[in-house]
């Protein structure tokens, strides 16, 4: 039986309104949650995905400053932008699209936001807030994920879950998310070290695919009736798209013959990701003492 495919557009829809409403209240209270989005160049996928955010804050009737630096932006001036950013007291989150010019050093940048206003969650403090249960902002794609996971009449609990993949950003955040007492998943992480990858995703009752390689994960790789959760975007040229190219996910279509569940690639954590990021800058609003 083909696999039930997960609409994650449909799910992240519901978290994009209830952040709308809770950005109404706080509208009442005078706060206009805001998030400021910095873009360094002219990476295409990067423009795609903050025009993606912009029409998010929006349509939640939040504000998003769009903050655009030529890709000769030195690190001293994108480090005073990011101090300007953390004193104003207008700006709730501070968002610094990745990846930057290679000149820039990506971890000096991402520990200058105030941890206050780290909205995508990167921020060693975050991180470490994260691995000690501690409250803080969560990263927004594998939050994502354990927000799509936890809809499917599915039980975690107990559950074993490949990660394929130990980013910072994705594959460890989400490893240790589903590790926690409240998800109680047993996890293995896979990575290029692993050998035999087949063995390992063979034994997952949830895989969650998160490695960057088109269609990496193939049918002879999955059990029967798992849940496999697809994290990859990647382009691939194809002549017959209008661009040239088309997103496809780090597993293989056919793998919908295997699965119970499959998110689809565009549609299904992509969503999940922007929804996340605007309940994270919810978060950050609520916070400020008035
Ligand atoms: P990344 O930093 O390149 O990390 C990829 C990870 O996958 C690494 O840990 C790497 O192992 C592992 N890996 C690569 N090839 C592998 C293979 N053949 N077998 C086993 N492991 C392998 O990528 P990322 O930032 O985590 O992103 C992963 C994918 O998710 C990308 O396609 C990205 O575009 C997508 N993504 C999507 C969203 C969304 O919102 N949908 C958000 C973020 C990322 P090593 O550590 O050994 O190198």
Redesign the pocket.
Same mark, same amino acid.
């Given at each position: 039986m083909a696999a039930h495919i997960i609409d994650g557009k449909t799910v992240s829809l519901k978290i994009r309104e209830e952040a709308k409403q809770r950005a109404a209240v706080l509208r009442e209270k005078g706060i206009i949650p805001c998030l400021a989005v910095v873009v360094a160049g002219e990476d295409p996928a990067s423009l795609s995905y903050v025009k993606a955010k912009g029409k998010a804050l929006a349509e939640a009737d939040m504000e998003g400053r769009d903050i655009r630096l030529p890709a000769a932006v030195t690190e001293t001036e994108l480090l005073d932008l990011i101090a300007n950013l953390n004193n104003d007291e207008k700006v709730h989150g501070i968002l610094v699209q990745l990846p930057l010019p290679r000149h820039i050093d990506e971890n000096k940048v991402i520990a200058a936001i105030d941890p206050a206003k780290d909205v995508d969650g990167f921020h060693p403090v975050s991180a470490g807030n994260m691995i000690l249960g501690r409250p803080g902002f969560l990263p &927004? #794609?594998p939050h $994502?994920v354990l927000a799509l996971l936890k809809e499917l009449p599915v039980s975690l609990s107990g559950a074993h879950a490949v990660v /394929? $993949?130990?980013?910072n950003?994705? !594959?460890t955040p989400l490893a240790n998310l589903l590790t926690r007492r409240n998800v109680n998943a047993t996890v293995t992480v &896979?990575? #290029? $070290? #692993?050998k035999d +990858?087949a063995r390992h995703t063979l034994q997952a009752d949830i895989l969650i695919a =998160? =490695? !960057?390689?088109p269609a +990496?994960i193939k049918p002879e790789m999955v059990k029967p009736g798992a849940v496999v959760i697809d /994290? $990859? /975007?990647?382009r691939v040229e194809d002549s017959s798209a209008k661009n040239g190219y088309r997103l496809c996910g780090?597993v293989d279509p056919a793998v919908a013959e295997k699965a119970a569940y499959l998110t689809p690639v565009p549609g299904g /954590? !992509?969503p999940?990701?922007i929804a996340m990021l605007l309940r994270n800058v919810i978060q950050a609003a609520e916070a400020v003492k008035i």
């Open positions: &927004c #794609t $994502g /394929v $993949g130990r980013s950003i994705v !594959g &896979c990575h #290029t $070290g #692993t +990858l =998160a =490695a !960057g390689k +990496l /994290v $990859g /975007v990647n780090d /954590v !992509g999940m990701t």
